[in-house]
């Protein structure tokens, strides 16, 4: 549905996107992120055709932007940051420009009843857009880019000023969009990203620095496979703590196990560490009901989309899509001084 092939924008000397290429599938909802300065809004921009490139190719729904734009624009349905209302008229006025604007072919009064109801406007119509709330403002803008009910969605931070009973609406109106439009959503807060997205690009310096699922990019960063377990013995004595430990380790797949602090009255937390790949949960539960133990919390290490955030954008690092079987692999860890070090592996992953 949208197809990036090697674009490139270049301001004078400055290279603000360099060489990125990437392909967004209908029914499918990409997360879109970026520091400051990345590249993020100069390619949204692109996408959207407000800007040319300097070089590459945008495809939407097999159509060139820049060779046919009229055509590309009209599959195209775009929320800017800071959406484009004209304040002083009504909501209803404005949504009709808007379908006449776009020459919208759906039934008028039916599309615009449906638009509305999905942003839930309906009790706001008659009312100027400058008397409104900034929350239902931003209902509007995301209104406007729903007529004519274009395959590709293209939100700029789209839950701006919305209370959360509002954002929690939206989110999952954007779900709920995901099965028939192509998404691709920008927002600087990441768990909605995570908690939206199917998909995720993180772009860095004017490249793109990671793209897959969350879990996939974690993945591509960390080795690491730790769990946090606080386990209640059957005596509540110190004693628990060594059988505890000792049965840990008898599992299979388990590197490393060791008891921390007491959190209650005889029962202590355990942070243990298995082989790559390995779930050891399953048998960790299995050896607590075997010994009448009590699991009180599991709680993996998993890096957060925060986490993955900070990692990537804070280094030169590009983390390899988990399809690509020909890219190197690269193996991320963080040094002793809290610096991202990378190292290649070679041979089919042996260093």
């Known amino acids: 549905m949208?197809?990036?092939?090697?674009?490139?924008?270049?301001?004078?000397?400055?290279?603000?996107?360099?060489?990125?290429?990437?392909?967004?599938?209908?029914?499918?909802?990409?997360?879109?992120?970026?520091?400051?300065?990345?590249?993020?809004s100069t390619t949204m921009n692109m996408l959207t055709g407000y800007i040319s490139s300097t070089s590459g190719q945008i495809l939407i729904n097999g159509t060139d932007i820049l060779e046919e734009p009229i055509k590309a624009k009209a599959s195209i349905g775009y929320l800017p940051e800071i959406p484009p209302l004209y304040v002083d008229m009504t909501v209803d006025g404005y949504l009709g420009f808007v379908y006449d604007l776009k020459k919208c072919k759906l039934p008028r009064k039916a599309h615009l009843n449906d638009v509305c109801a999905l942003c839930q406007l309906s009790n706001v119509r008659n009312r100027l857009i400058r008397n409104l709330s900034k929350g239902y403002k931003q209902?509007?803008?995301?209104?406007?880019?729903?007529?004519?009910?274009?395959?590709?969605?293209?939100?700029?931070?789209?839950?701006?000023?919305?209370?959360?009973?509002?954002?929690?609406?939206?989110?999952?109106?954007?779900?709920?969009?995901g099965?028939?439009?192509?998404?691709?959503?920008?927002?600087?807060?990441?768990?909605?990203?995570?908690?939206?997205?199917?998909?995720?690009?993180?772009?860095?310096?004017?490249?793109v620095a990671a793209d897959g699922t969350a879990d996939e990019i974690a993945k591509n960063i960390t080795n690491e496979h730790k769990m946090t377990l606080r386990i209640e013995g059957d005596t509540h004595t110190a004693a628990d703590k060594d059988k505890i430990v000792s049965a840990i380790r008898k599992i299979d797949g388990v590197k490393y196990v060791r008891a921390d602090m007491e959190?209650?009255?005889?029962?202590?937390?355990?942070?243990?560490?298995?082989?790559?790949?390995?779930?050891?949960?399953?048998?960790?539960?299995?050896?607590?009901?075997?010994?009448?133990?009590?699991?009180?919390?599991?709680?993996?290490?998993d890096l957060t989309l925060e986490d993955i955030f900070l990692r990537i954008t804070s280094s030169d690092i590009q983390v390899p899509r988990s399809d690509e079987s020909s890219a190197p692999v690269i193996d991320l860890n963080v040094n002793e001084k809290g610096e991202l070090v990378a190292t290649e592996k070679q041979n089919g992953g042996q260093e």
């Open 2 to 40: 949208i197809e990036v092939k090697h674009l490139t924008k270049r301001y004078g000397d400055k290279q603000a996107v360099n060489d990125i290429s990437f392909k967004v599938e209908k029914g499918e909802i990409l997360g879109f992120l970026g520091p400051n300065g990345a590249g993020k």
């Open 139 to 177: 209902r509007v803008g995301l209104a406007q880019a729903l007529i004519n009910n274009p395959p590709v969605l293209i939100l700029d931070e789209p839950t701006v000023g919305l209370d959360p009973n509002q954002i929690i609406e939206i989110r999952t109106l954007i779900k709920k969009l």
């Open 179 to 207: 099965k028939s439009h192509t998404v691709i959503l920008s927002s600087h807060i990441l768990p909605e990203i995570q908690a939206v997205c199917d998909r995720i690009i993180i772009i860095n310096k004017g490249v």
């Open 263 to 301: 959190r209650e009255k005889g029962i202590y937390d355990y942070d243990v560490e298995a082989e790559e790949k390995v779930d050891i949960r399953r048998a960790l539960n299995q050896m607590c009901r075997e010994n009448n133990w009590n699991i009180l919390m599991l709680q993996l290490s």
